[in-house]
Nanobody, 120 residues
Framework: QVQLVESGGGLVQAGGSLRLSCAAS????????IGWHRQAPGKQRELVAL???????SYADSVKGRFTISRDNAKNTVYLQMNSLKPEDTAVYYC??????????????WGQGTQVTVSS
């Protein structure tokens, strides 16, 4: 069993910043990928930023240069620093981790989501 606890969402004015955190705990041997997705009302969930096992990162074009994903390996925690926020960044942000458990099982787990609202 793996648990993801997210925090850091909220309401911010356009141009402002927020920092999201996601801590993974439970039966974890190694993490394959960990990252953030978001879903705006009436839209499909989309990938925002991702860290792949070796440490390489990937970003959606819409957030490049504004968002930074980072990871604390010791704490199995991923962060998303969001700067220069725009109203179109308003969405529920979900943490996702793909990992191997000590049993050798590979699973994908989602957080409960945290609301980010950017006012114009």
């Amino acid at each position: 069993q793996v648990q993801l606890v997210e925090s850091g969402g909220g309401l911010v004015q356009a141009g402002g910043s927020l920092r999201l955190s996601c801590a993974a705990s439970g039966s974890i041997l190694s993490i394959n990928t960990i990252g953030w997705h978001r879903q705006a009302p009436g839209k499909q969930r989309e990938l925002v930023a991702l860290i792949i096992g070796g440490g390489s990162t990937s970003y959606a074009d819409s957030v490049k240069g504004r968002f930074t994903i980072s990871r604390d390996n010791a704490k199995n925690t991923v962060y998303l620093q969001m700067n220069s926020l725009k109203p179109e960044d308003t969405a529920v942000y979900y943490c996702n981790v793909v990992l191997f458990q000590v049993t050798g099982r590979r699973i994908s787990s989602w957080g409960q989501g945290t609301q980010v609202t950017v006012s114009s």
